[in-house]
């Protein structure tokens, strides 16, 4: 980044590294959990304050705003994109897209659904809670040609179904396909990192 005169913004999620709360047991166990309200909340307010801050980019610096965002964070990255303009290129790299799907079927989500279930939580209940959380019910604001959309055919912790779905439903911007499991995203990081920038670099020369 340093070489090629960008500037670079590191967004930490509510409940993660400076914003854990000292009760929490690691970075960022309270964000995604079995409190659903919580739940919501906290991806309500990690998307106010990414809104905040290229709103501030933008009104005080110049230039094309870039979101790259690496598993919680694409999912963040592609909530934001259906609903900031002022988005230049968006890369979601190993993104989840439906919340309810990745706790119900995944095996990060094995003991929040546990815990929903002795609760009386369903699937179908769930689906209906945090519906409000999934990208694929919407269109991007961001020009679609601008959309980069990365995924692992092997990944455990997102499942590349889950994936498809939001890839279709946004009428298939590019994407690319790795063959690797969610590690790829130490594994396979120079490859992220050269195919990101190579990316972003052909869109903003047009």
Not at 29 to 52: F, G
Not at 72 to 83: E, F
Not at 107 to 133: A, C, M, N, S
Request: glycine share 6%; net charge neutral; charged share 25%.
């Amino acid at each position: 980044m340093k070489d090629l005169g960008w500037n670079m913004y590191y967004f930490s999620l509510p409940y993660h590294f400076e914003r854990e709360p000292e009760h929490s047991r690691y970075s960022g166990e309270l964000m995604i959990s079995a409190n659903i309200d919580r739940t919501v909340e906290s991806t309500r307010q990690a998307i106010v304050d990414l809104r905040a801050l290229i709103h501030w980019i933008k009104a005080n610096k110049t230039g094309p705003v870039i979101l790259v965002g690496v598993s919680l964070g694409g999912w963040i990255a592609n909530l934001i994109a259906t609903l900031e303009s002022q988005i230049d290129v968006v890369a979601s790299i190993f993104y989840a897209n439906r919340l309810s799907y990745s706790i119900w079927n995944t095996i990060p989500g094995k003991f929040i659904r546990e815990e929903l279930e002795q609760h009386g939580v369903t699937y179908e209940d769930l689906i209906r809670y945090w519906e409000i959380t999934d990208p694929s019910q919407a269109v991007p604001k961001v020009n679609k040609d601008h959309i980069l959309l990365i995924s692992a055919k092997y990944d455990q912790y997102i499942d590349i179904k889950d994936a498809d779905s939001l890839w279709e439903s946004w009428g298939k911007p590019e994407r690319y396909l790795y063959n690797c499991g969610h590690a790829g995203i130490v594994l396979c990081r120079k490859k992220l990192a050269l195919d990101t920038l190579s990316f972003i670099q052909k869109k903003l020369k047009r």
